[in-house]
């Protein structure tokens, strides 16, 4: 049992290579933009893939716009983006967010923005910096705030990155 769980340890260390990994901040994403590399493809296939993405990982609540031959932006949602927890009541918030993704070569460039926050289908006036003091430390009664962003948007940007990369040419 013992050296199943150490192999265990070593291969979910080596998984964790080649993740993307941001940080959210009051001033919004960290690293911001995030480079990958990809297969060899062209500009074209690399387009007809993001687009292929944007329905498959949204569920059908995205937009495509500013197309180029090699950059392409797409404006999504992510349900229960983050959230905190206030008197035993847990807040689930929604948000909007912004993918802009352009191709170099064998390598691309996401940049990613949260444009709108929601609660239970209200958009509400808030942003991510105010849920942050000056310090950049998180207001009192927000200190999951940050954490469960990081993982969405870690998660949106990682199964991009998956896509691309798994996605037969």
Do not use: C
């Amino acid at each position: 049992m013992k050296r199943i769980l150490q192999l265990f340890l070593i291969f979910s260390a080596f998984a964790g290579f080649g993740q993307i990994n941001v940080e959210v901040t009051s001033n919004g994403i960290n690293p911001n933009p995030v480079t990958g590399t990809l297969p060899a493809m062209t500009d074209e296939r690399f387009i007809e893939l993001t687009q292929m993405w944007a329905p498959e990982f949204s569920r059908g609540e995205f937009d495509i716009t500013e197309v180029t031959e090699n950059s392409i932006t797409i404006d999504a949602f992510r349900d229960n983006a983050f959230l905190y927890r206030n008197k035993g009541e847990t807040f689930f918030h929604k948000i909007k967010y912004q993918l802009k993704v352009s191709k170099n070569g064998n390598s691309y460039t996401s940049s990613f923005k949260i444009l709108e926050i929601y609660a239970n289908k209200v958009l509400l006036k808030s942003t991510i910096s105010d849920y942050f003091l000056s310090n950049e430390n998180l207001k009192e009664g927000f200190e999951e705030v940050k954490p469960t962003l990081e993982r969405s948007v870690n998660i949106i940007l990682n199964s991009f990155d998956s896509y691309l990369k798994n996605t037969k040419s």
